[in-house]
């Protein structure tokens, strides 16, 4: 008998409990129509539709470029060392440096510039995909793989 008067008042409140938020929800309905006729509802939601489809215009455009940077991106500099040396005992400080800038797909340069006494020469050499035509010091070697390597750090 207990168990049954139980039932009945969690239900009680259950059904006021849905009551009230049925009230509630009816006044926001109220106050979103207060006042608005049949055809300002429909031009609202017109305009709403207009908009969705704007944003969703934009939204394209923004993915077409994103697409076209992801791809450009893939030949800027994106891996990059440098080794300051001294190639000469007799010369102060490390001076020279090597300088290497490649792209994703291992394209880039090699730049060394030498000082000395006399003066200062500065070489360009063209890496593709990791590999060089004209052969490289030992300096410009270990700069390569240092670059080359230098990506694997990053995403690690």
């Known amino acids: 008998m207990n168990l049954l008067i139980i039932l009945f008042i969690i239900s009680l409140i259950a059904l006021g409990y849905t009551q009230w938020s049925l009230l509630k929800l009816q006044k926001k309905y109220s106050e979103f129509l207060d006042g608005a006729e049949a055809k300002k509802i429909e031009d609202l939601i017109k305009d709403y539709s207009r908009d969705v489809k704007?944003?969703?215009?934009?939204?394209?455009?923004?993915?077409?470029?994103?697409?076209?940077?992801?791809?450009?991106?893939?030949?800027?500099?994106?891996?990059q060392a440098l080794i300051r040396f001294n190639p000469f005992g007799d010369t102060g400080g490390d001076q020279s440096f090597v300088l290497a800038l490649l792209d994703n797909h291992n394209n880039g340069v090699i730049i060394s510039s030498v000082h000395a006494?006399?003066?200062?020469?500065?070489?360009?050499?063209?890496?593709?995909?990791?590999?060089?035509?004209?052969?490289?010091?030992?300096?410009?070697?270990?700069?390569?793989?240092?670059?080359?390597?230098?990506?694997?750090?990053?995403?690690?």
Request: glycine share 4%; proline share 0%; aromatic share 6%.
């Open 54 to 79: 704007e944003c969703l215009s934009k939204l394209d455009q923004l993915a077409e470029f994103t697409a076209r940077m992801h791809k450009q991106a893939q030949f800027s500099i994106s891996k």
């Open 117 to 156: 006494r006399t003066g200062t020469r500065v070489y360009a050499k063209e890496i593709a995909q990791g590999l060089s035509k004209y052969n490289l010091s030992d300096e410009e070697t270990v700069v390569l793989q240092k670059a080359l390597n230098s990506k694997k750090k990053q995403e690690a």
